[in-house]
């Protein structure tokens, strides 16, 4: 397989063949971001991904998925994208599902008709970075529009019938916005009503704008027991018809996987148990992004 540079995916694809069809992220901007750093965005030539179809054809025969890496394969021309994914069905005819990152800025971009297209295409689920639903925030970390304008897009892509996975991160709002960021953000994830919420904790990653900032000391990341708090109101505010609130990311203190609504208090138990001191936290050096 032809992988340029850091090859990054959802956790929940781990079992899955990746594709990689572009390079880097068509956005790049956002201040917390460290996924690729110095990596060109691009789109790689058919040949290229058609041989590692072909590749794939022949030496992942057990697997049923497929994820399209790097950042955001949704900004690919409809042609694009509708080949490769014919590519997939006509070599790979056992993939039962693919999945791709995909930017509210690049949803906005396909008609309702081309995201239908791509659904019946056999593109199954897209993961969508909300990041936080405080547009002070979505401002200040240099994110693509406002959050009306990501739940918006994060509507169309469920009506259009794919499963969507949202990811949201703890801690963005820094010491001084933290509970705003957690009550903002449960509306906005309220609003959408994803399949799956991934929260992750802020991690800081050299060499981006926002680790500048906290060098500077313009920027305070909550302790541990204050992202805690954030993460039990957020979760406390985010009411989903169904669907899975995860927060077991490597980034995270406290590991938690809640089936909502059903779920939602014994994981407010299992925090508050947490902030009393009764279960310990995860090492600060035991975090990975
Ligand atoms: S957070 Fe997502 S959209 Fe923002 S720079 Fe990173 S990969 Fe691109």
Redesign the pocket.
């Known amino acids: 397989m032809d992988y340029q540079g850091m090859i ?1 995916r959802p956790p929940s694809e781990a079992g899955s063949v990746l594709l990689q069809v572009t390079l ?7 201040a ?5 750093l110095g990596k060109r965005f691009g789109i790689k030539s058919r040949e290229t991904v058609l041989e590692d179809i072909l590749y794939a054809a022949r030496h992942f025969r057990d697997q049923r998925r497929i994820f399209l890496c ?3 394969a949704m900004i690919l021309p409809q042609e694009r994208l509708t080949d490769i994914l014919s590519l997939i069905r006509e070599h790979l005819p056992w993939v039962t599902r693919v999945g791709a ?1 995909a ?1 509210a800025k690049s949803l906005k971009r396909k008609s309702d008709a081309q995201l239908a297209e791509l659904r019946e295409l056999g593109l199954g689920i897209v993961y969508m ?1 909300l ?1 936080s639903g405080d547009d002070a925030i979505l401002r200040e970390m ?3 529009g406002d959050a009306a304008f990501i739940v918006a897009q994060g509507r169309r892509a469920r009506a259009a019938g794919f499963k969507l996975n949202v990811t949201v991160i703890n801690g963005l709002g820094g010491v001084e916005r933290s509970m705003e960021h957690a009550r903002a953000t449960a509306r906005a994830l309220t609003r959408m009503d994803p399949d799956q919420v991934g929260a992750l904790s802020l991690m800081l990653v050299p060499g981006t704008p926002l680790f500048e900032r906290c060098e500077r000391g313009e920027f305070e990341i909550p302790d541990a027991r204050g992202i805690l708090r954030e993460l039990r109101e957020m979760l406390a505010g985010t009411e989903l018809t169904r669907g899975l609130f995860l927060a077991n990311h490597a980034s995270n203190y406290l590991p938690l996987k809640v089936r909502l609504p059903s779920g939602k208090q014994a994981a407010l138990d299992d925090i508050d148990r947490a902030l009393a001191g009764m279960t310990p936290l995860k090492a600060e050096s035991a975090r990975r992004l």
């Open positions: 990054i880097g992220c068509s956005h790049g901007r956002c917390f971001c460290g996924a690729y790097d950042g955001d990152y930017n970075g990041e240099g994110k693509n």
